[in-house]
């Protein structure tokens, strides 16, 4: 009996790394988005700002 018990927990333990290594990915992804949306936006802006400057 404490055989099952030692699978069913190491099955579960397995099951938890492997979730946490995927969130991971995930975030790791979400962030270089978040980075290149900033980046983008800032871009954006500086282009603006220099097309009202040059009408003047």
């Known amino acids: 009996?404490?055989?099952?018990?030692?699978?069913?927990?190491?099955?579960?333990?397995?099951?938890?790394?492997s979730g946490c290594s995927v969130i991971e990915g995930i975030f790791k992804a979400g962030a270089v988005v978040g980075i290149i949306s900033v980046v983008v936006v800032i871009l954006v802006i500086i282009w603006l700002i220099s097309l009202f400057r040059g009408k003047s």
């Open 1 to 17: 009996m404490k055989k099952v018990h030692l699978v069913l927990l190491t099955g579960l333990i397995m099951l938890t790394v």
